[in-house]
T-cell receptor, first 115, second 110 residues
Framework: DGGITQSPKYLFRKEGQNVTLSCEQN?????MYWYRQDPGQGLRLIYY???????QKGDIAEGYSVSREKKESFPLTVTSAQKNPTAFYLC??????????????FGPGTRLTVL | KNEVEQSPQNLTAQEGEFITINCSYSVGISALHWLQQHPGGGIVSLFM???GKKKHGRLIATINIQEKHSSLHITASHPRDSAVYICAVRQETSGSRLTFGEGTQLTVNP
């Protein structure tokens, strides 16, 4: 089955530790995205990648880092510099990052709690 | 003021009722999306539209580009429709990036 997988579904970390969230897609999509969702707020874009080996900052990139070494994988690292990392993180992909009108497909999300 | 505003924030209905969720935006767009998020958190795309009206089963989405407004209608609502409904717009100048509304929490009681 084609789709987007995120693991794990729930993640707990101690304050001050870096943590990496996994996102894999087998849809052969060029573009991938990371969003953060907080209660009472709309999804906010952290980073996006339009093509392998390239990525751009979104609206709230501070304290996060990404890599895009393979087309199917776009891991997100939440660093200790992120002041309020506890949130629900969603990964998405679309066929093409540059063209308007492409639908985004979302993964199931990872709920990160920093203790 | 958010670029994408949804109303109402919360909506409770009885099974069988006709439901309308509204979305207004203040920017030029190339497309508008309606998304559904279930309690587990996963998001499903319901519609993508740039003009007119689309229908899928009991769901209908309309958009008025001149008024910068879209509505999502659910006919004969059912408890399984209970979810958060999210409006998102693709701005004309932002390629594939989306700007999201805060969502509308819908609860349909039996």
């Amino acid at each position: 089955d084609g789709g987007i997988t995120q693991s794990p579904k729930y993640l707990f970390r101690k304050e001050g530790q870096n943590v990496t969230l996994s996102c894999e897609q087998n849809l052969n999509h060029d573009a991938m995205y990371w969003y953060r969702q907080d209660p009472g707020q709309g999804l906010r874009l952290i980073y996006y990648s339009q093509i392998v080996n390239d990525f751009q900052k979104g609206d709230i990139a501070e304290g996060y880092s990404v890599s895009r070494e393979k087309k199917e994988s776009f891991p997100l690292t939440v660093t200790s510099a992120q002041k309020n990392p506890t949130a629900f993180y969603l990964c998405a992909s679309s066929i093409n990052g540059g063209r308007a009108g492409n639908e985004q497909f979302f993964g199931p999300g990872t709920r990160l709690t920093v203790l | 003021k958010n670029e994408v505003e949804q109303s109402p924030q919360n909506l409770t209905a009885q099974e069988g009722e006709f439901i309308t969720i509204n979305c207004s935006y203040s920017v030029g767009i190339s497309a508008l999306h309606w998304l559904q998020q279930h309690p587990g958190g996963g998001i499903v795309s319901l519609f993508m539209l740039s003009s007119g009206k689309k229908k899928h089963g009991r769901l209908i989405a309309t958009i008025n580009i001149q008024e910068k407004h879209s509505s999502l209608h659910i006919t004969a609502s059912h408890p399984r429709d209970s979810a958060v409904y999210i409006c998102a717009v693709r701005q004309e100048t932002s390629g594939s990036r989306l700007t999201f509304g805060e969502g509308t929490q819908l609860t349909v009681n039996p």
